[in-house]
């Protein structure tokens, strides 16, 4: 038995091929095509197939000959503001390519499939924290993207009979706490990396957008979750499906919320640096508030948090910025 990681040489795939090797799991192959990932990302002794996950016929291929029987699908254009600018090229990427891989995987004999999925499939939502079976209604392109991709797999699971875990991701932020892997896109529009680029120097001041917001101090609030805690679940979700258990569609966070202005004030204390913040208007499709409701997860697959730490999710943001300092450098 072994795992396809689609997008496993990015930030959240390579973190989950961590946890799979450090769980001691038998065979991990990636497939990537680099475009935002980075082949360094892959650990030793981990095959990489470079290509994309809508070529029928290197998937096929990967899956008979390694012998997979799950597939964790990460990969993905992931940047809401481009999704609204370019949705035809969100829709082919996001949604067109997972049924071509959906195909060729349930063609092929996979019995199990992981999705990477949204809160923005729940668009600006009413209540919080927000459980899963809330009304859906994303706001982007993006969102409606995932969202479609999440019915797709549900649909083809019931007409062929494997089965899925759906993991809606909150705000992924961190890094590998053994600084192994972490978020290493140029241009990152994440507000923890943004941040901890501008306690760095890298960047010359972060822009908070929006504090007219009706939250307690007026900047969004966010659920953000710690990307090998996050990486955690899909291990869990895998031995899950695997020993037979049903199909789910789970939250992933800790169900707190912290404001743009909070992780501001924890990066400037971790960092011990001060930067100029600038109080901008709203960013467009901003919902106000988004947290999750998290014990679904909890529940269903035993998931415990490790690092549920803003201070440590922060310095490991930090320490992760100071390693791709000094490996430009080189
Ligand atoms: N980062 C977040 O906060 C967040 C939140 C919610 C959901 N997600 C989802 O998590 C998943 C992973 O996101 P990430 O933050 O690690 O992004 P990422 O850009 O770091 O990783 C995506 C990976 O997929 C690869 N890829 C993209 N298109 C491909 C294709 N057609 N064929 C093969 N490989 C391809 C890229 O090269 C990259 O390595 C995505 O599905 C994303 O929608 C991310
Ligand atoms: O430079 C910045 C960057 C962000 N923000 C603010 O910080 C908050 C978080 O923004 P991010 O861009 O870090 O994340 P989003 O909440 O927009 O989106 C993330 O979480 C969503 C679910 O909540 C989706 O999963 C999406 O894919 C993922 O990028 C927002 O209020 C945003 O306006 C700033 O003020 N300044």
């Known amino acids: 038995m072994a795992v396809l990681v689609t997008g496993g040489a990015g930030y959240i795939g390579s973190h989950m091929v961590l946890a799979l090797l450090d769980a001691g799991h038998e065979e991990v192959v990636v497939l990537d095509d680099l475009s935002t990932g980075f082949d360094w990302a892959v650990p030793e002794g981990v095959k990489l197939v470079v290509g994309d996950v809508a070529d029928q016929a ?19 254009k992931i940047v809401v503001p481009d999704s609204v600018a370019d949705p035809l090229g969100y829709y082919l990427a996001n949604t067109v390519k997972t049924r071509s891989l ?3 995987s349930v063609r092929a004999g996979v019995r199990h499939v992981i999705f990477s999925s949204t809160a923005a499939v729940y668009g600006e939502p009413e209540v919080t924290p927000v459980p899963e079976d809330l009304p859906l209604k994303p706001i982007n392109p993006y969102g409606r993207s995932k969202l479609m991709s999440e019915w797709m797999i549900a649909d ?15 705000n992924v932020a961190g890094a590998d706490p053994q600084g192994r892997s972490g978020q290493s896109t140029p241009n990152a529009t994440h507000l923890i990396k943004v941040a901890t680029q501008a306690a760095l120097g890298q960047r010359a001041r972060l822009d908070v957008f929006g504090t007219d917001y009706p939250t307690p101090d007026g900047s969004c609030l966010r659920d953000y979750i710690q990307v090998s805690d996050l990486a955690e679940a899909h291990r869990l979700a895998l031995d899950h499906l695997r020993s037979g258990g049903e199909s789910l569609t789970l939250n992933c966070g800790y169900g707190r919320g912290y404001s ?6 924890v990066v400037k204390r971790i960092s011990g640096r001060d930067f100029e913040v600038r109080l901008c208007p709203r960013r467009a499709g901003d919902p106000a508030q988004i947290v999750a409701e998290a014990a679904r997860i909890r529940a269903r697959l035993g998931w415990e948090p490790r690092h549920d730490d803003l201070d440590a999710i922060v310095g490991q943001a930090l320490a992760w910025e100071e390693h791709l300092e000094k490996r430009n450098r080189i």
Do not use: N
């Open 260 to 265: 743009v202005l909070e992780v501001v004030e």
């Open 58 to 76: 290197l998937v096929t291929q990967t899956i008979l000959q390694h012998r997979i029987d799950a597939l964790a699908h990460f990969a993905a």
């Open 102 to 104: 959906i195909e060729a």
């Open 156 to 170: 083809a699971a019931a007409a062929h009979g494997f089965s899925y875990v759906i993991l809606r991701y909150f």
